[in-house]
C-alpha cells in the first residue's frame, strides 16, 4: 500500500531538507548533485552525475532505500551493492520513522551509502 497524501507531504519535508543540506556547493551541482523520490511506499536518496563518456548524458547512483511498511509501522533501510540490487542494511535494518531513516544515512557507520 502507498503512503497516504499526509504521509508523503511529510517524507518530502524532511527528506527534501536533508537533501537540501547534503547537497554540493552550486558551482559543482552539474558534475555531482544530490536528489531523492518517492515511488509507493519508498523513499530513495540519489546521486546525478554526468556519463563520463557523453557529455550531456546524466545518470543516477542510489544512495539509500527506505520503504515504509504499514502494517508494522516501521521503515525498512536497504543500500545498494555492486550486484544492483538492494540488500537490507543490516547494522540497523528497521526503524520507527523517517527522522530515524536520515539519521542512519547520515551516520553511514560502514560506508555503504555515500561510501
Known amino acids: ?11 518530502e519535508k524532511l527528506v527534501g531538507q536533508y537533501v537540501e543540506n547534503r547537497r554540493p556547493p552550486a558551482h559543482i551541482r ?5 536528489a531523492f523520490r518517492i515511488k509507493g511506499q519508498s523513499v530513495e536518496i540519489y546521486e546525478i552525475r554526468p556519463l563520463w563518456r557523453e557529455s550531456g548524458v546524466k545518470i543516477e547512483s542510489p544512495v539509500a ?8 509501522g516501521i521503515w525498512k533501510i536497504y543500500w545498494q551493492r555492486a550486484d544492483l540490487k538492494w540488500h537490507r542494511y543490516d547494522p540497523q535494518a528497521e526503524v520507527k520513522t523517517i527522522e530515524q531513516f536520515l539519521e542512519v544515512v547520515e551516520r553511514d557507520e560502514f560506508g555503504c551509502f555515500f561510501g
Open 30 to 34: 552539474n558534475e555531482l548533485d544530490l
Open 1 to 11: 500500500m502507498a503512503l497516504s497524501e499526509f504521509e508523503i507531504r511529510r517524507c
Open 65 to 72: 532505500k527506505a520503504t515504509y511498511v504499514k502494517t508494522q
